[in-house]
């Protein structure tokens, strides 16, 4: 079973090694059918776990923490002095698609609209198209009871899925994973926003605005309405928080 080291930044513990070394271990996983998840960490997730400890105790559970948003992997690779690649869920998640084809795993998507899923279905069919698709559910945007719950657990168990790919959105996808760690006989992947950029429904930033940390500006000109409050309190507060790491100011700890 491939395992993958970790190192910290910002309280959140966070998996090294090359993105295909990623790619790799998730499929060891899925393979076995071990229970476990994946959380690919950008500047919202961290922002959330620096306030609630208990969910930054969800990522720092997860068997596989990337290092998804470019602000995270220029922290940790500054503060802990590597050279560390992007790993993140828009990239995962094709590339886990190709092996898994490759593999013969199957994958099961879970989360996102049902218009969104067929979609991907249909996109799916075409790029991967010996790709088991062992099955998709579009689940109500709430909080699930127990029964229904145990009926996610029934419906992936009985597909046979290898990999679970999940988009719930952060902090409620890493909070389902790690519910149904121990419970759900596959390696789940928290992608979030990736399905609907698989689907085609939403656009990717330019090469050179990801390298520039600057992904977030052009989700803003796409989404203003919505993100603006989110990406001015978070990046603000993101801001503030490397500058104490940076000064030595506090630990940054997310209290894992």
């Not at 998730?26 to 919202?44: E, F, P, T, W």
């Not at 067929?118 to 790029?127: E, Q, V």
């Not at 992608?191 to 656009?203: E, H, I, K, W």
Request: hydrophobic share 45%; with cysteine; glycine share 10%.
């Amino acid at each position: 079973m491939s395992a993958l080291p970790k190192s910290e930044v910002f309280g959140l513990q966070l998996s090294t090694g090359t993105f295909q070394g990623h790619v790799d271990a998730i499929l060891d996983l899925g393979r076995a059918h071990r229970s476990s998840y994946v959380c690919c960490v950008n500047v919202h997730m961290c922002m959330e776990a620096q306030g609630d400890p208990a969910f930054a105790a969800v990522v720092n559970g997860a068997d596989l923490a990337t290092a998804d948003g470019m602000p995270i992997l220029k922290s940790l690779n500054r503060f802990r002095g590597l050279r560390q690649e992007r790993v993140a869920g828009n990239d995962l998640m094709p590339a886990v698609m190709a092996a898994a084809e490759r593999e013969g795993l199957g994958v099961f998507l879970h989360g996102g609209q049902q218009e969104v899923l067929d979609l991907i279905l249909a996109r799916a069919a075409k790029d991967y198209p010996a790709l088991k698709i062992a099955g998709s559910w579009s689940p109500p945007f709430r909080e699930a009871t127990e029964q229904e719950r145990a009926a996610e657990v029934e419906r992936i168990a009985q597909s046979g899925a290898h990999i679970v790919m999940v988009s719930l959105g952060c902090p409620r996808q890493e909070k389902w994973m790690a519910a149904m760690k121990g419970r759900v006989p596959a390696v789940m992947l928290g992608v979030g926003g990736a399905f609907l950029l698989y689907a085609g429904v939403d656009t990717r930033a330019p090469l050179w605005m990801r390298k520039a940390s600057m992904e977030w500006l052009y989700r803003l000109a796409l989404e203003p309405g919505r993100l603006w409050k989110r990406y001015l309190i978070t990046n603000s507060a993101f801001i503030l928080l490397y500058a104490k790491r940076l000064l030595g100011v506090g630990q940054g700890s997310a209290n894992p």
